[in-house]
């Protein structure tokens, strides 16, 4: 049987593990490969039992004195795709829930995420809200055996017109090939393999109601980009991805709006709209997986951002050198029932001065911005589908924590660290909903300390 070979062949790669860390590496490569193809096994096993037990009322009730034995009943791949759980793959460059692989050739299938948040500052409580954070769709589609199309369309605070705060987007779209089985290619629109969150940013995926500010506001979580890459991973267990893609445009900073304060790349990314591509970026990243419970990556991306144009469409000025870059290094261990993680992330953008010139008396483009956290989460509990897990986390972050040497009387002084204690839990349901509460406290703006609490779920 199937199930029984992949069990003794598990069992002879634990007998056969080294103490040499390389080998070691190997063996937890191969495991999560027989890991994959034994999940897929129960669940195909799970889909026969599910539809034998549907057609047993129905046979009960028509009589089966004088009616030969039912023939055996064989899924279908939609059946089992419906049912599986999503193991995870070999390469595994974004989570398995953005584009679940299918188990045939020309099978179709559906994922997904959502939120609800309810925020309540402590000093202005008038501030208080509820609101349907996001809810995202996704379309994955088996064009062939190696070959597959991913689509993911996102929906932002409940309602998007051209009156109303919500937003509508495709936050993905592209065509993955798996060239061998070590090495894949991607075009299209995809997210940039940087920090944790980026790639993993279903609510069942991370702490807190929020998503942390180092992750959104210096990492413009969730940043996309139009292009073409390569990814892979070896046996050693190092992940990598490298790529060509959009870059940021400064042309579209803003000096009469807070924008750029809140996020500097937020305000400047193109997100695969009318994307100007005069001057492409690169990237690349790095994540070694070598040793169970232990992640450690680090990414940089860098791109000319003023795409030979006049900035901000100012006659006789241009900053055609510009250049945006953005690095981080991150870690995460999980010990027994502890998560411990740390990320740094930190960009500069080039040319400043120039550009702030267009710029006197509002919102200055900054040279730089970084932040770091820390964060510690522990398994407290656990019974039957519920889990509960307390945590902890410590973030610094500054968006304009430098600017560019300005004539005497113009210039502006680089604000504040900004340090936010984050302490809550999330409660599981199962591995697909989680509950979610958290209390926040800022040090600088500390009108923003505030209770959040909400609900997500992932498919």
């Known amino acids: 049987m199937k199930t029984t070979r992949l069990c003794l062949a598990l069992a002879t790669l634990f007998a056969a593990g080294s103490a040499n ?47 030969p034995a039912a023939a055996p009943v064989i899924a279908t791949p939609a059946q089992v795709a419906a049912v599986a759980p999503r193991a995870p793959t070999q390469l595994a460059p974004e989570p398995a829930y953005q584009a679940p692989l299918a188990s045939s050739t020309g099978q179709t299938s559906f994922f997904g995420y959502g939120e609800v948040n309810y925020n309540r500052p402590f000093r202005d409580q008038s501030q208080t809200q509820f609101d349907v954070r996001r809810a995202v769709i996704g379309i994955a589609h088996q064009a062939s055996e190696r070959t597959r199309i991913v689509g993911e369309f996102e929906f932002e605070h409940a309602i998007a017109s051209s009156s109303d705060s919500g937003e509508a987007a495709v936050e ?4 993955e090939h798996r ?23 279903e609510p069942t995926a991370y702490y807190g109601v929020e998503r942390n500010f180092v992750e959104t506001a210096i990492i413009p979580s969730t940043w996309r980009e139009v292009g073409l890459s390569a990814f892979g991973v070896s046996d050693a267990g190092l992940r990598w991805d490298v790529g060509i893609t959009s870059g940021f445009d400064l042309n579209k900073w803003d000096g009469a709006s807070t924008e750029g304060r809140e996020s500097p790349l937020g305000a400047i990314h193109q997100e695969g709209q009318l994307a100007k591509g005069k001057d492409p970026a690169l990237y690349g990243a790095l994540s070694w997986r070598g040793t169970p419970g232990l992640d450690v990556g680090a990414g940089i991306f860098s791109g000319k951002a003023g795409h030979g144009s006049k900035v901000a ?3 006789g000025f241009a900053a055609p050198d510009a250049r945006v870059t953005l690095w981080d290094a991150h870690a995460r261990w999980t010990p027994g029932k502890w998560n411990l993680s740390a990320l740094y992330a930190r960009g500069t953008i080039s040319d400043t001065d120039r550009i702030n010139a267009l710029f006197l008396g509002q919102t200055y483009v900054p040279k730089s911005f970084f932040g770091w956290y820390t964060q510690a989460a522990y398994a407290l509990w656990q019974g039957g589908e519920y889990a509960l897990s307390p945590f902890v986390r410590y973030e610094v972050f500054n968006t304009a924590a430098g600017f560019a040497t300005m004539p005497a009387g113009l210039g502006v002084d680089a604000d504040r660290d ?22 926040q406290r800022f040090q600088v703006a500390r009108e923003r300390d505030r209770l959040n609490l909400g609900i997500g779920y992932q498919f």
Do not use: C, W
């Open 418 to 439: 900004e340090k936010v204690v984050t302490a809550g839990a999330n409660l599981k349901v199962g591995e697909n909903v989680v509950l979610k509460a958290d209390v």
């Open 313 to 315: 469409g100012t006659p």
């Open 172 to 175: 993905q779209l592209y065509v």
């Open 21 to 67: 860390a390389a080998s070691d590496a190997k063996l937890m490569a191969r495991l999560e490969r027989l890991a994959a193809e034994l999940e897929q096994v129960k669940a195909e096993l799970k889909a026969v039992k599910a539809q034998a037990a549907q057609a047993a009322p129905a046979a009960t009730t028509a009589g089966a004195q004088s009616k």
């Open 179 to 201: 060239a061998t089985d070590n090495v894949g290619l991607k075009g299209g629109l995809f997210l940039i393999p940087m920090g944790f969150l980026n790639l993993s940013h």
